[in-house]
């Protein structure tokens, strides 16, 4: 929810308006995958999509496949952008005092999250409500940046290696129908056919019905 409804659709590409506590809660569930603040984030996707498997590319499979899924992040430049990158790329949130300050501190509200989940049930819970849940959470977003460039099909003839990838898609949510995505990225349904599921977009649509999100 953290990072495909809010981070992707609705900070990166703006496919869908929001009040803006809803926008500043799921930025802060964002937070809690460990994958950086929100303009680090978005900016970084953003060259993503300008730049999709050319030079410049943060994480394209044409630098390797495990450069792609998890090499860039630890071995790369990608975590010492400079500012002035992030507000080339990211000028809507950086002057958003609420995500400038969930950027600098984006590792709190895992530390609040873990430090409750031990006072409630212990080490075990944290093992499993932050380790676990947040490893997986990070190769799973990983596998969108390394798999749906490699494996699946192409519906649309994308200028890059975008491929929709269907056990992908399952585990994230919607995230793995990729090449939908990159042919229109601002669409808030990356599941355009009835059996592509998209847990993201169900969620988008229902806060749509409650007239909490009207979609573009």
């Known amino acids: 929810m953290g990072i495909g409804m809010g981070y992707h659709r609705l900070l990166t590409h703006r496919g869908y ?3 803006k506590w809803i926008e500043y809660f799921l930025a802060t569930c964002g937070t809690l995958s460990l994958e950086g603040g929100p303009i680090f984030w978005v900016a970084t996707h953003r060259v993503h999509h300008q730049l999709t498997d050319r030079d410049g590319d943060p994480h394209t499979p ?3 496949g495990w450069w792609a899924h998890a090499g ?6 990608a975590l010492h952008h400079e500012t002035a990158l992030m507000a080339r790329y990211a000028p809507d949130l950086s002057k958003d005092r609420f995500h400038v300050l969930l950027s600098k501190y984006h590792y709190v509200p895992l530390i609040v999250v873990g430090l409750a989940l031990l006072a409630w049930g212990g080490w ?3 093992m499993w409500g932050i380790f676990l849940r947040v490893t ?5 977003t990983w596998l969108v940046n390394s798999a749906t460039h490699m494996w699946g099909s192409k519906r649309f003839p994308t200028r890059d290696e975008s491929r929709n ?3 992908v898609a399952l585990l994230t949510g919607g995230e793995g129908w990729h090449n939908n995505h990159h042919a229109h990225p601002v669409s808030v349904r990356h599941g355009l056919a009835w059996w592509e ?5 169900y969620g988008i649509w229902l806060l749509e019905k409650l007239g ?5």
Do not use: K, Q
Request: aromatic share 16%; charged share 15%.
């Open 124 to 126: 075990a819970c944290v």
């Open 136 to 140: 997986l959470g990070l190769h799973a």
């Open 72 to 77: 860039w992040i630890l071995l790369g430049d």
């Open 17 to 19: 308006r929001t009040p």
């Open 212 to 216: 909490l999100a009207p979609a573009r």
């Open 62 to 64: 044409h630098d390797g």
């Open 197 to 201: 599921f998209d847990l993201n977009y």
């Open 165 to 167: 990838n269907w056990w």
